[in-house]
């Protein structure tokens, strides 16, 4: 822990006191001067714009979360519970394979395949479904489905992690003693890998929420969402404004951390 | 074991076919960009995009001549096993205390040590950089890249380690402990063992996140470029399908090393059965 | 805690920390040894390069690095903002940076660039006069740049969709071309935009009450917007597939989308004015290698073939005379005409792209009008 805790100590908390002194700080002339000030705050406290597009940014958020959580839970249990053993691990490595070509390249695929010439509109032309192309791109839900697809990795392996180590005989005693198959699982695996589950949302909920290159390559104007506004300030050399906006959205995810601690340090509901 | 197909109810059997061809479903949705991608590489159409306008081999022949994203490749690869062996080694024993005990207020710790993945990369990469250059006049370097990445990458080796940690059965050590085995045959023989998914899929998310990294990298690494900022930056002017090519080739590479990394060890067991099959049993 | 607790974790820590130790060592021998074998291997000099990718090709810094023996390492540059920051806070990482316009003499007055002697190089022969002699640029008879390229930002539009010329950037407001407009993503640039509409006296350095009129304009054209683009080449494609029929670019859109097997494409220039930028390499005043800078841009900016390629592939002009008169021999006059390559003189007289004094009240206006 004490390796661990130097090593943060000097390389994240440091510059984070920065992030912090920045954020009271004024930018002007491409510099930030150390002119102590709440206006940064201020100014995103006071605009609605900024609050819409939080609200925005946390339901794609929200949404993209609950979907690949969704989407990876049966795939994980699958891989878990009914594949040969030798199997799972290269399966599981080839999950994550794509995700070693580049992020830019994945997304831009997307504009392949859901751009008004790209492979969805094509097939849906060629079998004469519809004349016009589709708008598929440039929308809110668009950026869900491409962090979904992003993302499920993460959640996959991190779920599989935690399935892993279930004891599936406990299901057919459960089963034996009259319970149905939903409801064994329900009552016996789902409280055994509550921690794994949380972890999961974790790590898709919060990268997502600072997410900007995505929303900006198949968002379009709708999806922006708070890291465009970010990064617009870091383009700027605005360093002032981009720590407080980081702050306040890192603010809320503490927040909700905090909320949330009991799901995280779970004690094992059997044995132990 | 549940497995077992002839154990299996039928609504045992169900359930594992439709699993089955939803896992399917999931390989296709993930490797169909993939695809395309690839696909791309050998598209004549220097857009990269549709229609398909010929068949080529030339991008894969200008990677090749092409020492800047060789170069780039090589960085890369360098970083990112540095950052998975630096974050699987923080990111366990940092997960071993925050679970068995050492830390004094583990909610509080758990929450610092997830910041880094809370902050938005762009500024720890600025923050980072006035630490390097202006307080400790540090040369920019792929060592600073190293020292930024893990950064964001070891905690999420620390939480997977610890969600597994959470639930590990202690009578397992306990038992251990009874039949002689002291602390460190309890951690090589029981504990390691079990929770070293955890630890692979930590290192995997580690060197994954490594490989694609690009914000943090960018502010950090100064003059040097690793694949994603070279791949960043050649698609703002025109992304030639030579990236494309590249991308494949990595591709390509990791599942011929996925195949290696998984045939050999198998192949070697096959083998060793074949000859330790004629090995009388011990002795009772 | 047991006992034997403790000292399991004292045991594991130390085994760890041990071998992290060990590790961390290896890795920091390692890279020293590399650097001392790539050091030793070569007198040469390696130069870093802050530029964009449109300033060079990779065969003409091999053709440099056989002629001078200089390599070089090129690394993207982001916004001139941005190069701006990194060039002060990275001191002597990058050896040369490009910056654009208005740029160059603030990053000379920040300290941050020295001038040099450019008429004594020969690159500096091919040029033309109107380059040679950029009167920001100058410092004493040293200069602070090598003049690059240039292009003015202007509206391409699908003439099959839009049928009435948009000759002003009132004309952008059309409902009818609702979600059928693109651009990239530069707040400075669309905030010119809306001061050339409103009336802004200095577009790109405006006061803020300028700075507010232009976002009421801004707030008008959103609806139109279909994407703001990181990627000059996504303008390309929206246009060729039809996603979009009005792009504002650079010099040579037209031509990009018709060789991307896009629709014809025809260019207007908005009666307000023109924003425009040109753009040029700066010798780090903090660079290890300044002694080199002359030979190895000369030997890079000599090499007139690459010039003249750098036009056709990114069709906006050069300020390289001696390219012109290459691509007019391979019998592509009439295009380089058509992009006025012979009249650098017009750049100066666009709204050049160059530092603002309100730069946060015109990021926090772009924010405001095209936040979710």
């Known amino acids: 822990m004490v390796p661990t805790a130097v090593y943060f100590g000097l390389f994240f908390f440091v510059p984070f006191g920065l992030i912090v002194c920045f954020s009271f700080w004024t930018d002007s002339n491409y510099t930030v001067v150390h002119d102590w000030t709440l206006d940064n705050y201020r100014y995103f406290l006071e605009n609605a714009v900024y609050w819409h597009t939080m609200i925005a940014t946390l339901w794609v958020a929200v949404a993209a979360t609950a979907i690949t959580l969704g989407v990876a839970f049966p795939f994980s249990y699958w891989l878990s519970r009914y594949v040969r053993p030798g199997l799972q691990k290269p399966l599981l490595v080839l999950v994550i394979v794509p995700f070693w070509t580049s992020y830019l390249l994945r997304v831009y695929s997307w504009l392949n395949i859901l751009g008004d010439e790209g492979l969805v509109n094509t097939a849906l032309k060629k079998a004469g479904i519809i004349d016009q192309p589709m708008s598929l791109l440039y929308h809110r839900w668009t950026v869900i489905l491409v962090l979904v697809y992003l993302y499920f990795p993460f959640a996959a392996l991190t779920l599989y992690s935690s399935i892993d180590r279930f004891d599936w005989d406990q299901l057919r005693a459960a089963m034996d003693l009259g319970a149905s198959p939903t409801t064994a699982l329900r009552k016996i695996l789902l409280p055994q890998i509550r921690a794994g589950i949380t972890t999961a949302v974790i790590f898709v909920l919060i990268p997502i929420l600072g997410e900007y290159l995505a929303p900006q390559l198949v968002g379009g104007i709708e999806g922006v969402m708070t890291g465009n506004q970010i990064d617009s300030f870091q383009q700027g050399?605005?360093?002032?404004?981009?720590?407080?906006?980081?702050?306040?959205?890192?603010?809320?995810?503490?927040?909700?951390?905090?909320?949330?601690?009991?799901?995280?340090?779970?004690?094992?509901?059997?044995?132990? | 074991m549940a497995r077992e197909e002839s154990v299996l109810s039928r609504r045992g059997r169900i359930a594992r076919s439709s699993l089955l061809v939803y896992g399917g479903f999931i390989y296709l949705f993930l490797f169909t960009p993939i695809v395309l991608l690839v696909l791309f590489s050998f598209n004549a159409n220097e857009y990269g995009s549709f229609p398909i306008t010929g068949w080529t081999l030339s991008w894969y022949r200008q990677v090749f001549g092409d020492p800047d994203i060789q170069d780039a490749l090589r960085t890369t690869l360098?970083?990112?096993?540095?950052?998975?062996?630096?974050?699987?080694?923080?990111?366990?024993?940092?997960a071993f205390s925050l679970v068995r005990g050492g830390v004094r207020f583990p909610a509080g710790f758990r929450v610092a040590m997830t910041l880094p993945i809370m902050i938005p990369g762009i500024l720890i990469g600025i923050s980072l950089l006035i630490l390097f250059t202006q307080i400790l006049h540090l040369p920019l370097s792929p060592t600073s890249a190293v020292i930024g990445q893990s950064l964001y990458t070891t905690p999420f080796v620390l939480l997977l380690v610890a969600a597994r940690l959470e639930g590990f059965d202690r009578n397992l050590e306990r038992a251990a402990s009874d039949l002689g085995a002291n602390a460190f045959n309890r951690l090589r023989l029981i504990v390691i063992p079990l929770i070293f998914p955890s630890i692979l899929a930590g290192a995997l998310f580690a060197f994954t996140l490594s490989f694609d990294e690009f914000v943090i990298t960018n502010f950090i690494i100064g003059s040097y470029n690793t694949l994603p900022i070279y791949i960043y930056t050649q698609i703002k002017y025109g992304i030639t399908p030579e990236v494309n090519a590249l991308a494949a080739m990595v591709l390509m590479a990791s599942i011929a090393l996925l195949a290696l990394a998984f045939v050999v060890p198998a192949t070697y067991r096959l083998v060793r059965k074949a000859f330790t099959r004629r090995v009388a049993p011990a002795a009772p | 805690m047991s006992e034997e607790h403790t000292a399991l974790t004292r045991a594991e820590l130390l085994k760890r920390g041990g071998v992290a130790a060990a590790g961390l060592t290896a890795f920091g021998a390692s890279d020293a040894l590399a650097a001392t074998m790539r050091g030793a291997r070569a007198e040469n000099v390696t130069l870093a390069w802050l530029t964009w990718f449109d300033h060079?090709?990779?065969?003409?810094?091999?053709?440099?690095?056989?002629?001078?023996?200089?390599?070089?390492?090129?690394?993207?540059?982001?916004?001139?903002?941005?190069?701006?920051?990194?060039?002060?806070?990275?001191?002597?990482?990058?050896?040369?940076?490009?910056?654009?316009?208005?740029?160059?003499?603030?990053?000379?007055?920040?300290?941050?660039?020295?001038?040099?002697?450019?008429?004594?190089?020969?690159?500096?022969?091919?040029?033309?006069?109107?380059?040679?002699?950029?009167?920001?640029?100058?410092?004493?008879?040293?200069?602070?740049?090598?003049?690059?390229?240039?292009?003015?930002?202007?509206?391409?539009?699908?003439?099959?969709?839009?049928?009435?010329?948009?000759?002003?950037?009132?004309?952008?407001?059309?409902?009818?071309?609702k979600k059928k407009i693109i651009y990239e993503n530069s707040p400075e640039t669309w905030i010119a935009f809306g001061g050339l509409a409103t009336g802004a006296k200095v577009p790109y350095n405006q006061t803020i009450p300028e700075i507010a009129r232009s976002k009421a304009w801004l707030e008008k054209i959103k609806p139109n917007v279909l994407k703001i683009v990181n990627q000059n080449f996504e303008t390309v494609n929206a246009l060729k597939d039809g996603s979009c029929w009005i792009g504002l670019g650079n010099l040579g859109v037209d031509l990009r989308v018709k060789a991307a097997g896009g629709p014809p494409i025809k260019v207007a220039y908005p009666k307000e004015g023109l924003c425009g930028w040109f753009d040029g390499e700066q010798m780090v005043k903090a660079s290890k290698h300044k002694d080199v800078f002359l030979q190895f841009m000369d030997s890079v900016e000599s090499q007139t073939y690459w010039a003249a390629q750098n036009f056709l592939k990114n069709g906006r002009p050069m300020f390289n005379e001696a390219a012109y008169k290459l691509l007019v021999k391979w019998g592509y006059k009439a295009r380089a005409d058509a992009f006025n390559y012979t009249k650098p003189e017009l750049i100066f007289k666009a709204n050049l792209q160059g530092p603002a004094k309100n730069q946060q009240q015109i990021t926090d206006a772009f924010n405001e009008v095209f936040g979710g």
Not at chain 3, 74 to 98: N, W
Not at chain 3, 130 to 158: E, L, V
């Open chain 2, 78 to 94: 360098s970083v990112g096993y540095k950052v998975t062996i630096v974050s699987v080694l923080l990111g366990t024993t940092a």
């Open chain 3, 56 to 177: 060079y090709f990779p065969q003409q810094l091999k053709t440099t690095l056989k002629q001078t023996g200089i390599a070089c390492r090129p690394k993207l540059a982001p916004s001139d903002s941005e190069i701006y920051t990194t060039i002060r806070t990275t001191g002597s990482q990058f050896d040369i940076a490009a910056m654009d316009a208005l740029w160059v003499p603030y990053a000379h007055k920040s300290g941050l660039t020295e001038s040099f002697d450019l008429n004594s190089m020969k690159a500096a022969k091919q040029l033309y006069p109107d380059a040679r002699h950029i009167p920001f640029w100058k410092d004493g008879s040293n200069s602070m740049a090598f003049p690059n390229g240039w292009s003015t930002i202007q509206i391409y539009y699908n003439p099959k969709f839009v049928t009435t010329k948009p000759d002003s950037y009132d004309a952008l407001l059309d409902p009818k071309y």
């Open chain 1, 237 to 272: 050399a605005l360093y002032a404004r981009a720590s407080a906006l980081s702050l306040i959205v890192a603010g809320f995810i503490v927040l909700l951390l905090i909320l949330f601690r009991k799901s995280l340090a779970s004690k094992e509901a059997y044995g132990a």
